[in-house]
């Protein structure tokens, strides 16, 4: 049995599909179960399209999640429940910028919880902690996605394919999909030029949707009515909070194009290949959290990184990326055919994983 560990909400499990995918590969014949969590506020996670959709229903067998806080008062029982799947092979998933004590505590629980190989632990090269160490790989610092090819190489597999198999929501088909929320305001670019780029998209014909999380309605409504009257709503449709994960990626997957701020949407939009462009701030390491496929626009002022929460200053590194900077970049990646109906094309895409006897 094949335990996979990886903590985080949409945007961390979208980083790591392609390992996910690539362990099912290598192991098609063991049982796999996803230990995850998002939490304390049980926000929607990796697990959500695993355990709802039936096209990668059998890309883990099992998937359990856990609260912290209900670890930390009865780690006993927690740890028991996990020796009872008898794990063969623990394989940590963890985030970049993982502190090394907090790896070493979950080697620790790892290794009590009875799991007979580790792998996938930066601190795993200690001598003291014996042959149940595993691989060691630094990337404290690192970007996300280059050390998960690095890991995928590791256990001789790569991320060919790894795109999640969804079907695309009619009402998106065509539509340039704008994300204008994040967790951090420090990583929001200016609502006014969201709706500035939304304007000039119907302008020219084209359809925008508004997608985020249940925190962003207000958000997405403000930028909606602001456009003014007389837009019909099939052609500025706004579904933040309205749709689940899974719903959230079926827009993707139908979009011509989509908008974001660096956040989860920039991950789930690479999880299905859709055309992406990040507006990004310079509060974080240039590329450490850079989403599969996406084109980034990013200043890098003396000010950066600066790792806050919300800028003290004039945010200037997310002020500076003007509106017709977005504009060009966006008909770079995905040219909008003015005038013309959007298009119906199916845009289905395969599997990563593969089928099991």
Known sequence: ???????????????????????????????????????EDEAAGMAEWLERSAKNERLVDEVRRYRPSAVARDARAFLRELRALSIDRWQALPQAGTTPWTELRN????RAAGARQLSGFAVGGLRWLGPLGGSAWDRRLAPDLPE?????????ADDDGARLAIEPDARAVGALVLAPGAARSANRWPLERFRAVAAR?????????????????????????????????ARALDLAGRTDALGTLAV?????????NDSGVAHLAGLVGAPTLVVSSARDVAGRWAARGAVVLRENPSCGPCWRDDCHLDHRCLNDITT??????????????????PSTVDKRLSLGSPSRP
């Not at 993707?252 to 974001?260: D, E, F, N, P």
């Open 1 to 39: 049995m094949v335990l996979v560990h990886r903590v985080g909400r949409l945007g961390d499990g979208a980083a790591a599909w392609p390992a996910l995918v690539a362990l099912r590969r290598r192991y098609p014949d063991a049982r796999l179960v996803l230990l995850t969590s998002t939490g």
């Open 107 to 110: 080697l620790a629980f790892a």
């Open 148 to 156: 998960y090819r690095r890991l995928l190489a590791l256990i001789g």
């Open 201 to 233: 998209e119907l302008e020219c014909g084209g359809r925008v949707v508004v997608v985020g999380g249940a925190g962003e309605r207000e958000l997405a409504a403000t930028l909606l009515t602001e456009l003014g009257g007389g837009v019909a709503p």
């Open 252 to 260: 993707l997957a139908a979009a011509r194009a989509v908008l974001t």
């Open 324 to 341: 017709e900077r977005v504009l060009l970049a966006l008909d770079a990646i995905a040219p909008l055919r003015r005038g013309s109906p």
